[in-house]
């Protein structure tokens, strides 16, 4: 196998040049050939970029170096050498077994009798056909250059369809966020970004270092960093240097200089409203099509974030949603105020019991606080009743479900909250109201909601009754297992109960005694 060298007098000998060189391979058996070509082609360049020589004496030795070696821009391949046809063969291995169609090939034969011209244009996927006799050294110059430059343009071509690739793969995640995971975030797409500039590139380039930023009001925060700019104090300078300099850059103040040669600022915006920019520094230029690859990228960052701003706008009006009508369901009954607290303690701690996620669990928690909303709908003089209701007046109590479904139905970001309205009183057995549900007919969230708004309720002093002793009233929830309420759910309440898990619950609704009663 042959030396892998720089082209002789080629300036890639100097250490300092840090921009990688083209890989041409040169497969010939005959060692003069192979020696006049690397003098002829010794001072060559092209975009700032000279020549690697890759020499083999043999298709065997070239397929070696193939697999050395999948960046190879160009090859230069002699037909004839261990067999007639060996170079043809070697052409169908890179396009066929290599699957490589970006290489550019160009055959060379000093026995053209042996491989037609028009034959192997034909019936071979090649790139130029020469005869050594005709490679001068203008001309093997020019057949270099269109080759190089070709192989260039497919490239480009080639990293664009992979960076796009890329984007789309990605795409979805930018749009899955969640408010405690915005630093993962942005580090993902910090390395994303770097991965689509690494696209195609030669390992002589060394870490692309970078850092993302948002602009929130008068200050820029760091959201993520990569190499130099990953996290150190040693940095702070040099960090606090680059965010002024990206600053200035992205809100268009003139004149602005002392960035290093090779980085690249690209602005998160939205319209003409910048909230943050990405700053990428490299040992070569970022190329033109990277840059444009690494906007596509930045502008479905930033659309993802405006995504994740508007849904947080949306989640805080539910809230305020949620609070109001609460607040309006407390008016009309202040016995009830505390009570509705309490069940979305209540309704938290037991929905996490039951294994769901902190999401789910918060998120029937704030349901269940509008779970007597329909009562606004109820006259005084029946809601605030002393003593027993009659049969008439219990029947217009039991309408604050049905009245709460009404409220509650012109949002859809209130449906948990409507299912609680609607069917907190339906019973395990399909004797509840208002429409008689049995068992897992009745939504899971109405049924846990039975369980504690039951308990708290017993607890509580009402305008017709006084509190229950805690020791009673979880009775009475074992008593309902089954009947009542669900059986899982109740018992989990009750093992959440006897663990003294609720204490401070029960407390707040009067009861001094609730630790006492938890351990006997």
């Not at 004839?80 to 170079?87: F, L, P, R, S, Y």
């Not at 250059?145 to 795409?171: A, E, F, M, P, W």
């Not at 948990?416 to 939504?443: C, F, K, Q, T």
Request: proline share 4%.
């Amino acid at each position: 196998m042959k030396i892998i060298k720089n082209a002789p007098g080629n300036p890639s000998a100097n250490a300092s040049d840090r921009r990688p060189p083209w890989k041409v391979l040169v497969v010939d058996d005959e060692p003069d050939v192979l020696r006049i070509t690397a003098i002829n082609l010794r001072d060559f360049e092209y975009v700032g970029r000279n020549l690697q020589l890759i020499e083999a004496g043999s298709s065997a030795e070239a397929k070696t170096l193939l697999v050395l070696h999948p960046d190879i821009a160009v090859a230069l391949i002699d037909v004839v050498m261990e067999t007639d046809d060996a170079g043809l063969l070697l052409v169908q291995h890179i396009r066929q077994e290599l699957t490589n169609s970006l290489m550019r090939l160009v055959i060379r034969t000093g026995q053209p009798g042996l491989a037609p011209e028009r034959y192997v244009i034909d019936h071979f996927d090649i790139d130029d056909y020469r005869d050594k006799t005709e490679l001068t050294v203008q001309k093997l110059y020019a057949t270099m250059r269109l080759s190089l430059k070709s192989y260039r343009d497919l490239q480009t071509i080639d990293l664009n369809r992979q960076g796009l690739s890329r984007i789309l793969t990605v795409t979805p995640d930018l749009y899955d966020l969640h408010r405690d995971k915005l630093e993962d975030y942005f580090r993902g797409v910090l390395m994303q970004l770097i991965g689509i500039c690494r696209l195609g590139h030669s390992g002589m380039i060394s870490t692309i270092d970078g850092m993302v930023m948002t602009i929130e009001g008068q200050d820029v925060r760091i959201r993520a960093g990569a190499g130099e700019f990953e996290a150190g104090p040693h940095n702070d300078k040099r960090c606090a240097q680059i965010v002024d300099l990206c600053t200035k850059t992205v809100t268009g103040q003139p004149g602005v200089e002392g960035l290093r040669d090779g980085s690249a600022v690209i602005p998160l915006a939205i319209g003409k409203d910048v909230f943050g920019f990405v700053y990428l520094e490299a040992a070569e230029d970022i190329s033109e099509a990277d840059r444009e690859l690494i906007q596509v990228m930045a502008n479905q960052c930033a659309a993802g974030l405006e995504n994740f701003r508007l849904h947080h706008i949306l989640e805080e009006s539910y809230e305020e949603a949620i609070d109001m009508l609460g607040q309006v369901a407390e008016f009309k009954d202040a016995a009830t105020g505390a009570h509705i607290r309490r069940i979305q303690e209540y309704s938290y701690r037991l929905a996490i019991e039951l294994g769901e996620t902190q999401q789910s669990a918060r998120a029937y928690a704030k349901a269940s606080r509008l779970h007597d909303i329909g009562k606004v709908g109820i006259p005084d003089d029946i809601l605030r009743k002393p003593g027993k209701l009659t049969a008439e007046e219990f029947d217009v109590i039991k309408q604050h479900s049905k009245i709460g479904d009404s409220i509650l139905k012109r949002s859809p970001a209130l449906a948990n909250a409507r299912i609680v309205a609607r069917s907190h009183h339906e019973h395990w057995d399909g004797s509840g109201y208002p429409d008689g549900l049995r068992g897992d007919a009745i939504p899971y969230v109405a049924r846990l909601v039975a369980v504690v708004d039951v308990f708290d309720a017993l607890l509580s002093a009402r305008p017709y009754k006084g509190p229950w002793q805690v020791e009673q009233s979880v009775a009475e929830i074992e008593r309902g297992l089954g009947i009542h309420f669900d059986p899982v759910i109740a018992k989990t309440f009750i093992s959440l109960y006897a663990r003294g898990a609720l204490n401070d619950l029960i407390e707040m609704s009067g009861h001094v005694d609730a630790k006492q009663v938890a351990l006997e």
